[in-house]
């Protein structure tokens, strides 16, 4: 393993999760700590052309960020990486130009479909004087299509290295040393690399068995900080290879790095868990699957239910009957999860009571126990993992009296539905008012108010957040006001929020007027 080269690209893959947003005093203790490292390249982020949506200054990486970098690690060499899926050979010299002295390598990440492609992309990179590597992504699916590795050959001149890709991280060390081999019966010629993703918690044991089988560099992150369950835990390998002897670190220096991305993993969890694994054993997408457990909407097994479906082909595993209403009520009031609730629920319950005309619809299941004794005829909207969490709060069924409403087949995490509640459930055959998500609660709840045909619309327990807020509450939150936004188009409808809310372009009243 002596003379192994060390690729760290926690600022690349790691954007994955704060979207390319890293404080600055964190990068700077990151520098500090990897100039005194024995790693040899660092990946400090993308460089691309304008896309849509925001992403952050690690995904660009304007050049005052390089020369800010490179001048806190002088004696490493500094990568950026392209997506081949997005830059072209004419993107090049207006990426790249202005990089030259400062960056030393460009790896380029290649869907292997779009290998050819890739070529002449490279080529005008390797054109600059900059040192090329092919990141071939999808490393668990090239035995079933390794058609690519002809063109081996063809690339052997101007490819520094040629990296292996574990994207779903589903590979085993038998896998490692077949594509290895298989790879060398191509070309004898080429440098290998190894990217390991750590879905079944193989990263460490793959990249070793990688070195081992011929591959002369190797990458990993922070804490493995990296897109869905992440990467090899760069502090992991080090402390191995110094145990082995190969060299000394400064383990107050890592330490110290570590203490700061822990931090990090609290807040955005990456890491491995259960579905992260069955995509990783499935060779199925990480970014669905990062999106659905970031969310927090979603339990493990409704995750598990999706990826099964996945596998197996299915748009979803069930289908229930459509919903039919009766257009006979105009009033409803839609409940939502916030703490308000709980503060007002005397009030919510004597409004309720005071009009049993007034149909109930709940946005989630989080209050359907507080209102199961009232006359209302009720609704109970349910996406993800709501049903499992009313079959966890209500303990006589007896009791609920309500109809359970699902968004409209196919369902993106399938169907899975209680046997309590598979009598009253139905789906709505659509949601036409909104485009922005029809797996939200709230838009669940408001096109079920439509079909009824609503003229007065309250809302209460919509509260939003005043404090600083994490990234997922931040996404829900984004969410639901483009959902009342689209809401505030419909001019036959009158919506009032009855309590205070923190959600804007709302129409507030006071729930104490109708007491």
Known sequence: MKGIKILDCTLRDGGYYNNWDFDESIVNQYCDFVEKSPIDYVEVGYRSIPLDGYFGEYFYCPIYVLER???????????????????????????????????SMVR???????????????KKVKSLNFKVAFNIMYMSNWKHDSSFLEYLKEIESFVDYFYMVDSFG????????????????????????FHGHNNLQMAMANTLEAINSGCVIVDGTITGMGRGAGNLRM????????????????????????????????EYKW??????????????????????????????????????NQKELKKDNFKLDNLELSKSFNKVLIIGGGESITIHQTAIIKLLKNDPKLILIHAGARNI?????????????????????????????????GICVYPPFPRKMGTQIPNELINI?????????????????????????????????????????????????????????????????LTNIDSLFLLPTEYKNVKLSSLYNYV
Request: overall charge negative; proline content about 2%; hydrophobic content about 40%.
């Open 69 to 103: 970098l490179k001048k806190r690690m002088p004696s490493k060499e500094l990568v950026i990486i392209l997506n081949e899926k997005d830059i072209r050979a004419e993107h090049v010299e207006n990426l790249l130009l202005e990089c030259q002295g400062i960056i």
């Open 108 to 122: 380029i990440a290649i869907d292997p479909k779009n290998f050819k492609r890739a070529i002449i992309l490279a």
């Open 235 to 266: 502090e992991l390998f080090l402390t191995y290879m110094e145990s082995k002897g190969y060299f000394e670190i400064d383990y107050s220096s890592l330490g110290n790095i570590v203490s700061e991305f822990e931090k990090m993993k609290d």
């Open 170 to 193: 589903g590979v085993m060390t038998e896998d490692v040393v077949q594509t290895i081999d298989l790879v060398k019966s191509k070309s004898d010629n080429i440098a290998l690399g």
């Open 271 to 308: 890491g491995t868990n259960l579905p992260y694994m069955f995509s990783g054993a499935y060779s199925l997408g990480q970014k669905q699957v990062m999106d659905w457990v970031g969310l927090n909407r979603y339990s493990i097994s409704s995750i598990l239910n999706a990826l099964k």
């Open 425 to 489: 459930s139905y789906e709505l055959s659509s949601i036409n008012f909104t485009s922005v998500s029809e797996d939200s609660p709230l838009a669940l709840s408001i096109q079920t108010a439509i079909d009824i045909g609503v003229e007065k619309l309250f809302f209460i327990g919509f509260d939003g957040y005043k404090d600083k807020i994490n990234r997922n509450q931040l996404l829900i939150t984004k969410e639901n006001q483009k959902i009342l936004n689209d809401l505030n188009e």
């Open 369 to 401: 126990h507080k209102f199961l004794k009232l006359k209302n005829k009720q609704y109970y909207c349910l996406v993800g993992s709501e049903s499992e969490k009313l079959t966890n709060s209500i303990k006589d069924f007896s009791n609920l009296q």
